[in-house]
């Protein structure tokens, strides 16, 4: 929004800060993120950028710590750990948070309020103390340690995004749809599968997005709910650090970042793709 | 067919609804529809017609008593196995789909193959005149094609009943009126039974067979809608249906279907009794200002005269309307046509004005 004719030396001070501000917060946000990229092409094992890498010559810069990712059996059991499990978390939790956005969302639900507090509260209580009590109570049952746990524990983190996102598309569901569908014969199944969920789709995907996001980076429940066979990237980059200073793990983040913004940009195309076929939006 | 034609197609036999366990939102209804009858359920809001339909739909379920379908129970029956039609008043077209697929819906679920089903389509969609819009969505129609649209999706697979929930709310006047007409002609021509439910009561005068006048969760009147409009048999009915002068008084006597009225200013005037039984009881008279006559010899010669002194004169074009006081009243109207004889009223003047005993109605007093 440009400048209107009227604007005073005040208002002019204050619309450039306001801009200085912005960039700042998004450079504080965005440069450790972006800093990380060139250091993954650095030819020395330095987390810091080297003369050559600073003139841009060529020799500064290689794939080496790509190829040790690549060749690493414990890395890219990780990447299987982390796909598996983040996928099966997702598919548990979109199931789950969905229909209980759907009962949540009914007149006739029964304490509404608490049950809600209740189902969301894994994303409010600190994940330590959710961590902990899984731990003892995965341990009791014998899942501790094994991928069934892991991948529980991570359907409860993402089950809320789910019923918050669903929720949020059933605020604006029109209720004698699904009345009209039974007026024309379709047994409820039939209305949930071919109007219901068309119409919803939108929060699903957009909570199937957000639970797969939280299972990929969780790193606190893995470390006390994962044993050696079910370490995901998160706990790989973690012992990777604490372990052997290694800018491998430069080039897992790097490649971490490219695989969220892809996933990102698919998922929000998919969505649009589904707003509009709900009619919502003229196309 | 296996009811007994006495019986009615759609029986609501002592049906009652409450929805919190204590307050019994329809009390004791019993209705019976004829096949092929266009029946509107005409009530203010809170009189428990919607509930009924919603009874009869099944999204509802009757708290005591039965509903018949063609002879058969469907207490138990749920709403997508009864085979009605239904219209709502959001239309409740699916977004996501194409009006051709929008009607198609009802066909799939009933496994009708592919040829059959546009077949069925496309005869529907012309029945409403909008056979060029089946590739369109609804969020491309206006509120009018949504409207036929959803009826067409109602009648495509062809039930013997179809259910109205105040379908023309949400339409222009113009708009509305045109689609009574059509809805009416649909209905009668393709012999479907028809429950129509409205809060507009020229809606269901126009449109309907028969009207069930809903208060108060009972069925005040159910009669065809001159009968109703002329006779109504309370003065819930005489004051919902229409425009109707009142007058307060108490019975003196009643011979036969004449009663004497001591009007509250001491005037005495003659009644048609309706729903009063004995001398002595408070009754309210009901008149409608069209029956309302200044000219005498536009009246019977016995027909009783009253004084009434002019308020107001308003030219209305076809109609004058002109505000009275009788005894006691302000509000008395009186309704005529605007004949080349008929007099003009001037405001203060005072007139002599009459009725036909039979168009004078002695109702009960409303508590």
Redesign the interface.
């Known amino acids: 929004m440009p400048l209107p004719a009227y604007a005073t030396t005040k208002d002019r001070i204050w619309y450039y800060t306001f801009r200085v501000i912005c960039y700042a917060i998004f450079f504080f946000l965005m440069a450790p993120i972006l800093v990380m990229i060139p250091l993954s092409f650095n030819a020395q094992p330095f987390f810091t950028f080297t003369s050559e890498m600073l003139m841009l010559r060529p020799e500064g810069y290689s794939l080496r710590w790509y190829q040790d990712f690549l060749g690493s059996d414990s890395w890219m059991r990780s990447i299987r750990n982390s796909f598996m499990i983040g996928i099966a978390a997702t598919i548990l939790a979109t199931t789950l948070g969905t229909l209980a956005a759907l009962g949540l969302s009914r007149s006739e639900m029964p304490f509404k309020g608490l049950v809600m507090a209740l189902l969301i509260s894994p994303m409010i209580v600190p994940l330590i103390i959710s961590a902990a009590g899984m731990f003892f109570f995965f341990s009791q049952l014998n899942i501790a340690q094994s991928y069934l746990g892991v991948v529980l524990a991570h359907t409860a983190l993402g089950t809320p995004f789910v019923i918050i996102t669903v929720t949020a598309t059933l605020v604006g569901f029109?209720h004698?749809?699904t009345?009209?569908?039974?007026?024309?014969?379709?047994?409820?199944s039939?209305?949930f599968f071919?109007?219901t969920m068309?119409?919803i789709l939108p929060g699903v995907i957009s909570g199937a997005l957000f639970a797969f996001i939280t299972s990929f980076d969780e790193i606190v429940i893995v470390l006390f709910i994962a044993g050696p066979e079910q370490r995901t990237i998160p706990r790989e980059m973690w012992s990777g650090i604490r372990e052997d200073i290694s800018p491998t793990i430069l080039a897992v983040a790097t490649l971490m970042v490219l695989i969220s913004v892809l996933l990102l940009v698919t998922i929000e195309l998919l969505r649009r793709r589904s707003e509009r076929?709900?009619?919502?939006t003229?196309g | 067919m296996s009811e007994n034609d006495t019986e009615g197609f759609v029986v609501f036999d002592r049906v009652q609804k409450s929805y919190d366990g204590e307050t019994l939102v329809v009390k004791d209804l019993n209705l019976s529809i004829a096949r092929g009858e266009f029946l509107t359920m005409l009530g203010p809001s809170g009189s428990g017609k919607t509930t009924c339909l919603m009874m009869l739909a099944g999204f509802e379920t009757a708290t005591h008593g039965e509903i018949l379908l063609g002879g058969r129970p469907i207490n138990n029956i749920p709403p997508h196995k009864r085979g009605i039609g239904m219209v709502f008043q959001n239309y409740a077209l699916f977004p996501h789909m194409s009006v051709g697929e929008n009607l198609s819906f009802p066909l799939e679920v009933r496994g009708f193959g592919r040829s059959e089903r546009e077949q069925k389509i496309a005869r529907a969609l012309d029945m409403v005149q909008m056979g060029a819009f089946a590739n369109r969505r609804p969020a491309q129609l206006s509120g009018g094609q949504q409207q036929r649209i959803a009826l067409a999706r109602a009648l495509v697979f062809e039930p013997e009943l179809v259910l109205m929930d105040e379908p023309l709310g949400a339409l222009d006047k113009q708009l509305r009126e045109h689609m009574q007409f059509e809805i009416t002609r649909l209905a009668h021509n393709l012999g479907i039974t028809t429950v129509y439910v409205t809060h507009d009561q020229t809606e269901a005068l126009t449109m309907s067979d028969n009207v069930a006048v809903f208060d108060d969760g009972r069925i005040q009147q159910l009669a065809p809608p001159d009968v109703l409009y002329e006779e109504p048999q309370n003065s819930f009915v005489a004051q919902f249906i229409g425009e109707n002068n009142t007058l307060d008084g108490v019975i003196k006597e009643i011979h036969g279907d004449v009663a004497l009225v001591e009007l509250d200013n001491g005037e005495i005037i003659d009644a048609r009794p309706v729903n009063v039984t004995r001398a002595g009881e408070r009754t309210r008279v009901s008149i409608r200002p069209e029956r309302v006559e200044a000219n005498k010899e536009r009246l019977h010669p016995d027909a009783h005269t009253i004084r009434a002194e002019v308020l107001e004169f308003i030219y209305m074009g076809d109609v004058f309307r002109t505000r009275l006081e009788v005894a006691g009243n302000e509000n008395f109207i009186m309704k005529s046509r605007n004949a080349p004889d008929q007099v003009r009223h001037k405001p203060g003047s005072t007139i002599e004005v009459g009725w036909l005993p039979k168009d004078c109605r002695a109702l009960d007093m409303p508590s």
Do not use: E, K, N
């Open positions: 029109d004698s749809l009345r009209a569908a039974a007026s024309l014969g379709a047994s409820p039939t209305t071919r109007i068309p119409l076929l709900r009619g919502l003229p």
